[in-house]
């Protein structure tokens, strides 16, 4: 029979930080507990809006020993590092606001691009393209008596306004709601 040999125990190999033997520092992952305690922190600076705080918090729960738990913590690093990216972007100019609420209505956060139209017409407030992007705005959202508004007002600015309404496929949508068309086709009311 063959003899049965038991097998040699495992050398763990642990890094070592410093310069020299006597310096020598194990670096260990954090615990399970550890790990979880600074990735609830993490959440909790997130939910703050604290993303430079949740980033690293996140960076450092990522390297603990719950697999599930450092992708995760991975993830939402990344997260915090694109919402920090965003938050850097600032604009000055009527322009500006428009340009990215237009891009916000493509995305469909129209209470949003609201929010930016609204900004772009306090610094430029005879801009007919602002009123008429804030109409087209509101009547996507459902507000069609803010449309209506804001589209007569975008018409008395420049009256060119109706034309470009009439052939924008944006504004076909809500074009057939009463009181949109009655401003696009005046010629067209009852008499």
């Known amino acids: 029979m063959a003899s049965r040999q038991e097998s040699a125990p ?24 550890a790990q979880a305690e600074t990735y609830e922190r993490a959440v909790e600076a997130f939910q703050r809006g604290d993303y430079s705080a949740a980033k690293e918090l996140f960076e450092r729960a990522a390297q603990g020993p719950m697999l599930e738990m450092a992708h995760a913590a991975r993830l939402r ?21 428009y340009d990215y609420a237009v891009s916000l209505m493509n995305e469909g956060k129209l209470s949003q691009a609201e929010r930016h139209l609204l900004l772009a017409i306090t610094q ?17 959202a459902g507000d069609f008596a803010g449309a209506q508004t804001n589209l007569k007002r975008a018409i008395e600015l420049d009256p060119r306004n109706r034309i470009a309404a009439r052939n924008d496929p944006d504004f076909a ?9 009655a401003l696009l086709y005046p010629e067209l009311k009852p008499a």
């Not at 890094?15 to 615990?31: H, L, M, S, Y």
């Open 10 to 33: 495992v050398k763990k190999t642990l890094r070592r930080t410093g310069e020299g033997a006597g310096n020598a520092q194990k670096v260990v992952a954090p615990a399970e507990g």
């Open 77 to 97: 690093a990344k997260m915090c590092g694109r919402r920090e990216a965003r938050r850097e972007l600032t604009l000055a100019t009527a322009d500006e606001h």
């Open 124 to 140: 430029t407030p005879q801009g007919g393209h602002l009123y008429y992007a804030l109409a087209l705005c509101r009547g996507l």
């Open 173 to 181: 949508e809500i074009a057939t709601h009463p009181t949109i068309a």
